[in-house]
């Protein structure tokens, strides 16, 4: 079984900075591709990063581009989401997630889901 566990979310002032962390356990090894995803209320679940966990290429949906770094520590399982220049509009719950399909961008090409963490950022 695969668990995901985030932590580091909280409440920042609109240009300020947080870092998420995503710690997986389990059978994670075939799960190649870990993400982030967010989904403020009202809203669908949306793609925030990846990376390829073997090799460390990432991607980024456009609105986050230049601002977020996924980056992950082989050592210790964990993937980071470093959120920088933040926007109120970023405000949501991030979740992370580990799946089989490199490069997915769509919540239904990932099997495994964290909690859930709540990211607010204020005007």
């Known amino acids: 079984q695969v668990q995901l566990v985030e932590s580091g979310g909280g409440l920042v002032q609109a240009g300020g900075s947080l870092r998420l962390s995503c710690a997986v356990s389990?059978?994670?090894?075939?799960?190649?591709?870990r993400g982030w995803f967010r989904q403020a209320p009202g809203k669908e679940r949306e793609f925030v990063a990846g990376?390829?966990?073997?090799?460390?290429?990432?991607y980024y949906a456009n609105s986050v581009k230049g601002r977020f770094t996924i980056s992950r520590d082989n050592a210790k399982n964990t993937v980071y989401l470093q959120m920088n220049s933040l926007k109120p509009e970023d405000t949501a719950v991030y979740y992370c997630?580990?799946?089989?399909?490199?490069?997915?961008?769509?919540?239904?090409?990932?099997?495994?889901w964290g909690q859930g963490a709540q990211v607010t950022v204020s005007s």
């Open positions: 997630a580990a799946g089989f399909r490199p490069f997915g961008t769509t919540p239904m090409e990932y099997a495994y």
């Open positions: 389990g059978r994670t090894a075939s799960a190649s591709t």
């Open positions: 990376i390829i966990w073997n090799g460390g290429s990432t």
